[in-house]
């Protein structure tokens, strides 16, 4: 079992930045990709960005240069730095943690924390 705690979310006006950080605690040695989601309403949940074990980073075309993930394996958090924000990024930003389950893999999610970023 893995647990994950979010922080950081809040209100923002457009243009500004937010820093989230998920912290995962339980069976933390068999994470291998963290990353963070984001659900809008009315939208279905979609990839922000991820990191492997191994330091690999993967970020969704929309997010390309205004973001930033890193992890912190000695610590087990994962943080996504978030710059220049838009309007469009309001969402419930989700942190995620994948561990391997024989030839298959499964995700284990936090609770959620809202960004909303006023225009």
């Known amino acids: 079992q893995v647990q994950l705690v979010e922080s950081g979310g809040g209100l923002v006006q457009a243009g500004g930045s937010l820093r989230l950080s998920c912290a995962a605690s339980g069976s933390i040695f068999s994470i291998r990709t963290m990353g963070w989601y984001r659900q809008a309403p009315g939208k279905q949940r979609e990839l922000v960005a991820a990191v492997t074990s191994s330091g690999s980073t993967n970020y969704a075309d929309s997010v390309k240069g205004r973001f930033t993930i890193s992890r912190d394996n000695a610590e087990n958090t994962v943080n996504l730095q978030m710059n220049s924000l838009k309007p469009e990024d309001t969402a419930v930003y989700y942190c995620?943690?994948?561990?391997?389950?024989?030839?298959?893999?499964?995700?284990?999610w936090g609770q959620g924390t809202q960004v909303t970023v006023s225009s």
């Open positions: 995620n943690a994948e561990v391997p389950r024989g030839a298959a893999k499964f995700g284990y």
